[in-house]
């Protein structure tokens, strides 16, 4: 991980089980704090779905497992958005069929999962980036 205000490179825990198209980003637990908790979600890992999801918080020295994610989500988006991490798109191979994510889930630190917020995407998308603009950019 690259901190840009040291300039320093420093090595983050290996997780507790290596993957790839995750989701991934840093949440603030408590707004008054500088710090980040790093959250991963989802993935593929051994030519397998997985819906763990580990959580990394400033001090600790090892990733957290905490509650699954409830569906398989590949090929999924994270963004952090008002110091919360916004779960966004993804899916699963069922019945030899792709089932994307339409729900958007928000991490919640408290009870340590995701869950709904409410919004789902208007179109079924398994692999994009998302990111945050200001609100001076579009206005």
């Known amino acids: 991980m690259y901190n840009l205000p040291l300039g320093q490179v420093c090595q983050l825990p290996d997780l507790n089980i290596g993957r ?3 989701g991934c980003a840093k949440i603030r637990e408590n707004p008054g704090d500088l710090t980040y908790t790093l959250v991963v979600a ?3 890992h051994n030519a397998k779905y997985t ?3 580990e959580v990394l918080r ?3 020295k090892y990733w957290n497992v905490v509650q699954p994610l409830t569906q398989w989500r590949l090929f999924t988006a994270m963004v952090s958005m008002h110091d919360n991490g916004l779960l966004i798109g993804g899916g699963s191979i069922e019945s ?3 089932k994307y ?3 958007i889930q928000v991490f919640n630190s408290t009870m340590e999962k995701f869950v709904n917020t409410g919004f789902s995407l208007a179109t079924e998308m ?3 980036q998302v990111f945050k603009i200001p609100a001076s950019v579009i206005s």
């Open 51 to 53: 819906a763990m999801v």
């Open 101 to 103: 994510r339409t729900n």
């Open 20 to 22: 790839t198209n995750h």
């Open 42 to 44: 989802g993935g593929w």
């Open 58 to 60: 400033p001090g600790v």
């Open 96 to 98: 030899s069929l792709w």
């Open 126 to 128: 398994r692999s994009m």
